[in-house]
């Protein structure tokens, strides 16, 4: 599952896998913001223009550059240029 830890606001650069819609995708850098919500986690919260974030226990893992397979890394709005990423889809 989608689990990094990272101390509050603090930017993620260990590189993370997970697949999303049956496709995978590699996690370069994200962003830990921390807050209450009540989405369960693994859930994704996007614009499907500027931002992708996850819903973990106790906040949001913010996604800011990634890879699918066979593609090469991108920022979060590259890549939501050439992907459609439905609101409340699964990322695990």
Not at 35 to 40: A, F, G, R, V, Y
């Amino acid at each position: 599952h989608f689990r990094p830890h990272a101390t509050p606001n603090a930017h993620i650069h260990r590189r993370a896998e997970a697949t999303v819609e049956e496709v995978a995708l590699k996690v370069y850098e994200a962003e830990k913001e921390l807050c209450q919500h009540s989405k369960e986690p693994g859930t994704v919260v996007t614009d499907s223009k500027t931002h992708v974030k996850v819903a973990v226990d106790g906040g949001y893992i913010s996604l800011l550059e990634v890879q699918l397979a066979g593609k090469k890394r991108m920022g979060i709005e590259d890549f939501l240029r050439g992907f459609r990423l439905a609101e409340g889809s699964k990322m695990v």
